[in-house]
């Protein structure tokens, strides 16, 4: 069966950018909209501006066009690293989505391309990135101009919202939600929470890590209350500023719902071993670090009793070619000591990993 076609002429507003792909909204302008330049307000800060990307008009695309309500597009960049939409769909649907239902998942479909899409989108980042507008992490890093193919993505955010009155997103990666089962004996950090305290130290004073993913799955609720309260530390956002009521349901949630444990539980499952010991370059070792690599999204009405909406998404299967890397950062964990707490590890400080609360 044909993959359904994006329209020609679409308008693509630049939404985010992650390490694999860029996020763009998408809308379709009328036929008498004349085609512009990408457009690049002026902007400060690290965060990428949105910008408007629009196409010369192509000959009209083959039926079966897809819906676009409530959709984003997801593009891929060129990494080594990288598989391609198509195989990668393939492997979502077989081996990661079957394990959970899906109004647990954000709705994803390939969607072929019109030609000159990913060229105009490469031309733009390049022109924000000249403008000192694009995040200094993602630099010299361009989309796959040979791609054909596309993702579109459930839009999760408040202009996807189809309930009534305002709500409140949020995203977040769930990361470990179990220790590492190649964590020394006695370790007083989780694995997030060592990583999180050697990126620290490289950065010569970086913040690190506000809330340890333990907490998430934590059967107390002082400590999901915790938890909550650093990582909306950490995004620059409070309990204040998402209301009180929604702060006391989103800690029900994550209470009383069992999405997360089992995502953690599924972690284990596939990872019994350890990066060290383990089949690195396996399948299910793979998904593994898949589901330790995926984003929780919420979304919660701010007044009213409407249910929280959670879903997971961002579930590309991880590489073979990534083995090295996941190997050498474990085996550095445990030589430079970042499992422990002490002075060689940066430990004097350790406040927020729940194992060494728990020491």
Same mark, same amino acid.
């Given at each position: ?119 105009? #989108? ?14 200094? *992490? ?7 101009? #040979? ?21 409140? #997103? ?50 107390? *609720? ?121 002075? *060689? ?15």
């Amino acid at each position: 069966m044909p993959l359904p076609s994006l329209p020609p002429s679409p308008r693509l507003t630049f939404l985010a950018e992650g390490a694999a792909n860029i996020v763009y909204r998408i809308s379709l302008p009328p036929p008498s909209t004349p085609p512009l330049s990408a457009s690049l307000p002026s902007y400060s800060g690290s965060t990428p501006p949105p910008s408007e990307i629009e196409f010369p008009t192509l000959s009209p695309s083959p039926p079966s066009p897809p819906n676009l309500q409530h959709r984003l597009l997801r593009l891929r960049k060129a990494l080594p690293t990288a598989t391609p939409i198509l195989p990668a769909q393939a492997h979502y649907a077989t081996l990661l989505a079957p394990h959970f239902s899906a109004a647990e998942l954000v709705a994803q479909t390939p969607v072929a391309l019109p030609p000159g899409l990913v060229g105009a #989108c490469n031309s733009a980042l390049r022109a924000m990135e000249a403008a000192g507008a694009r995040d200094v *992490r993602r630099r010299g890093v361009w989309l796959d101009g #040979c791609a054909k193919v596309g993702l579109l993505v459930e839009d999760m955010t408040a202009e996807g919202w189809v309930g009534e009155g305002d709500v409140v #997103c949020l995203a977040l990666k769930p990361k470990w939600l179990a220790q590492s089962p190649g964590a020394p004996r006695g370790a007083r950090r989780c694995r997030s929470c060592a990583v999180g305290a050697m990126r620290r130290e490289e950065e010569e004073g970086g913040k690190g890590r506000a809330w340890c993913p333990l907490g998430l799955v934590a059967r107390e *609720r002082a400590v999901v209350e915790r938890t909550m309260e650093g990582f909306l530390a950490e995004c620059g956002k409070g309990e204040q500023s998402v209301g009180e009521a929604v702060w006391g349901r989103v800690v029900d949630f994550l209470m009383e719902d069992g999405l997360l444990g089992r995502l953690r539980d599924l972690q284990l499952r596939f990872d019994p071993r350890g990066v060290v010991e383990g089949e690195v370059e396996g399948e299910e070792f793979r998904m593994a670090m898949t589901l330790r690599d995926c984003t929780l999204y919420l979304r919660v009405p701010s007044s009213g009793g409407g249910r929280v909406e959670a879903k997971l998404g961002d579930m590309d299967l991880k590489s073979a070619a990534k083995a090295g890397y996941w190997r050498g950062l474990e085996e550095r964990l445990v030589r430079e000591d970042w499992y422990a707490v002490g002075e *060689r590890s940066g430990g004097a400080g350790e406040t927020v990993c729940l194992l060494s609360k728990k020491a």
